[in-house]
């Protein structure tokens, strides 16, 4: 069974550009969330999608969006990069909560450089 | 709101040493509790879980038991080899029902040499 896909794996930006990326769950997983990892922070929740709404989000600001898809996959798309903004961004699946332990199964992420 | 602590790494061990990573986490309810890894370059995977107060998970040599009265979920394992050199995360996501945000720790990082 193939695992969560996510594309693209690197890429460079400038101040001020846009971004998308985007996540292709596990077959079968409903629930995509999304997370920011960095050196200083850790890694942190951004927000969760299960059936194309939004379940919960992250304390980040709305240059952060996202949206999910009828067949499960995911988008997250950033808006004004900053300097800050550069990280490795995980996506991951889960089965619906409530039916599953809470396991979540990660994409290899997608890295983000702002120049 | 929840929360999880783990050590401070680096952790450097020589092969076949003995490997505790200490994480102690604060929720309501009853989580379930994870080890994640993640190995250079790569996104997290799932080490191994417990659901429940007393339950130990275990996978690859490694073991953590669900302690409900000290609130922790120490990771251990008896000999490390260089390839578990890696970042390892505790985690915690509610237990049933409706919408949870799971928490991480910082993450320790294990460096194992030769």
């Known amino acids: 069974k193939a695992g969560v896909t996510q594309t693209p794996r690197y890429l460079i930006k400038t101040r001020g550009q846009q971004v998308t990326l985007s996540c292709s769950p596990i077959?079968?997983?409903?629930?995509v969330s999304w997370y920011q990892q960095t050196p200083g922070q850790g890694l942190q929740f951004l927000f969760e999608?299960?059936?194309?709404?939004?379940?919960n989000k992250g304390n980040f600001p709305g240059r952060f969006s996202g949206r999910q898809f009828s067949n499960s996959r995911s988008e997250m798309n950033v808006s004004t990069l900053e300097l800050g903004d550069s990280a490795l961004y995980l996506c991951?699946?889960?089965?619906?909560?409530?039916?599953?332990?809470?396991?979540?199964?990660f994409g290899e992420g997608s890295r983000l450089t702002v120049l | 709101g929840d929360s999880v602590t783990q050590m401070e790494g680096p952790v450097t061990l020589s092969e076949e040493a003995f490997l505790t990573i200490n994480c102690t986490y604060t929720a309501t309810g009853y989580p379930s509790l994870f080890w994640y890894v993640q190995y250079p370059g790569e996104g997290l995977q799932l080490l191994l879980k417990a659901t429940k107060a007393d339950d130990k998970g275990s996978n690859k040599g490694f073991e953590a038991t669900y302690r409900k009265e000290t609130t922790s979920f120490h990771l251990e394992k008896g000999s490390v080899q260089v390839s578990d050199s890696a970042v390892y995360f505790c985690a915690l996501r509610g237990a049933s029902g409706g919408s949870y945000i799971p928490t991480f720790g910082r993450g320790t990082s294990l460096i194992v040499h030769p």
């Open positions: 991951a699946s889960s089965l619906p909560s409530g039916r599953d332990t809470g396991e979540l199964f």
């Open positions: 077959s079968g997983h409903r629930s």
């Open positions: 999608y299960f059936s194309e709404t939004q379940r």
